[in-house]
């Protein structure tokens, strides 16, 4: 029902930036917030931020804090995630993720998409 496609992803140098874009579609209107998550190959997903779809509020993870934005542009059904000052440590396939129907704390995520590849070399 919900269609999500990640884009922006590439090989950048340490300490530089990328911009990375979800663009949701399908039966959206009862989006209520999405995320970003990152996955390296033998872990599981780590949490990077996620954004109320109503009223925009946000959170972070620690690692991320004062280096990533999470915004979103209602009219385009797209969330965005800017990156700036990327480490190696940033090195994973980031997907985004969207929580649809009822609200529930903690944000239960219905919909994944393909994932997109940031490379950072040192």
């Known amino acids: 029902q919900v269609q999500l496609v990640e884009s922006g992803g590439g090989l950048v140098q340490a300490g530089g930036s990328l911009r990375l874009s979800c663009a949701a579609s399908?039966?959206?209107?009862?989006?209520?917030?999405m995320g970003w998550f990152r996955q390296v190959p033998g872990k599981d997903h780590e949490f990077i931020a996620h954004?109320?779809?109503?009223?925009?509020?946000?959170r972070y993870a620690d690692s991320v804090k004062g280096r990533f934005t999470i915004s979103r542009d209602n009219a385009k059904n797209t969330v965005y995630l800017q990156m700036n000052s990327l480490k190696p440590e940033d090195t994973a396939v980031y997907y985004c993720?969207?929580?649809?129907?009822?609200?529930?704390?903690?944000?239960?995520?219905?919909?994944w998409g393909q994932g997109t590849q940031v490379t950072v070399s040192s």
């Open positions: 399908g039966r959206t209107s009862n989006t209520y917030a």
């Open positions: 993720a969207a929580a649809i129907g009822v609200v529930r704390i903690p944000i239960k995520y219905d919909y």
């Open positions: 954004i109320y779809w109503s009223g925009g509020r946000t």
